[in-house]
């Protein structure tokens, strides 16, 4: 289904969970969050009925299971072996716990995986985590994914003015002798967060002081595509600078059941209200015909709370 804007709206982003095993200080407090209460949280079986809806009313391409961080959320390797069969299903994590589920979810049918990293050096990484994490524990999970064939892997990078901003170009060559494509993105202002963002300009100017002349290749969903003169290829992704909007496919369904059409607020419908109060299959679906027929195109992003919503 298109919306009034021409976009087709084929890809969810799927938020298991509002919980997460690191305290990054683009993200949340570092005292944490105040938790949504469990009964409040979608139940296993009722993120699939949902999910199952949505890809009837939409004919998904993509779904991506996200949180928080979706491994803390316990049965995640059974839902991703219900929702699979449906779409191309692919995980965005922090990489902690991952090795100890590559398998069993190459397994169960996730196709890809992406996987956060904020610097090269283990005490800018537990600045950023606040958390006792390292460059080798991301590396290990990376090393997992492809051993589980569940690449191309990805990884993301969120550019933090004063912490990490002066890492893009080492990461772009880590990133190649790991044998993935990093993706670099814009800090966007949200709820509980401590850090100002750096603009796909400046980014790409700190990229190019180091590793010369790069040219812009494509368009890859919200990400500008770049490759460097000797081939490597990274992205960028915008949601402050603008340009995102434009290339937007997805909604985002919240821990909670909230389908959201734009991170940048408008109109939200609830699903688990409607789920568990008895609405029909053709009731809900209709609503989701609704709610993309009014997705907004506000151009940039901000003011969530991303431990909410995925991302």
Known sequence: MKDSFGRKIDYLRVS??????????????????SHIAHSAILRLEEIQQLVQLIHRALNLRKIRITGGEPLVRRGIVSLVRGISPLAETVMTTNGILFPEFASDLSAAGLSRVNISIDSLKDEVIKKVTRRDVTL????????????????????NCVVLKGVNSEEPADMIKW??????????????????????????????????????????????????????????????????????????????LTAEGELLPCLAGGESLDLRERLRSGSKDSEIITAVHALVAKKPHHGACGGVSMWRIGG
Do not use: Q, W
């Open 175 to 252: 990133a190649e002798s790991m044998g993935t494509t990093i993706r670099f993105i814009e800090h966007m202002p949200m709820t509980g967060s401590e850090c100002s963002y750096v603009p796909e300009k400046d980014v790409l100017y700190g990229i190019t002081k180091e590793l010369g002349p790069v040219k812009r290749i494509a368009t890859e969903g919200t990400a500008n595509m770049y490759s460097t003169l000797s081939g490597t290829r990274f992205g960028i992704i915008a949601p402050v600078g603008g340009g995102m909007c434009a290339n937007c496919t997805r909604l985002r």
């Open 136 to 155: 080798r524990m991301v590396e290990k999970a990376i090393e997992a994914a492809k051993e589980s064939n569940l690449g191309p892997v990805k990884v």
């Open 16 to 33: 298991v969970t509002d919980r997460c095993n690191l305290r990054c200080i683009y993200c949340m407090p570092e005292t944490g969050i």
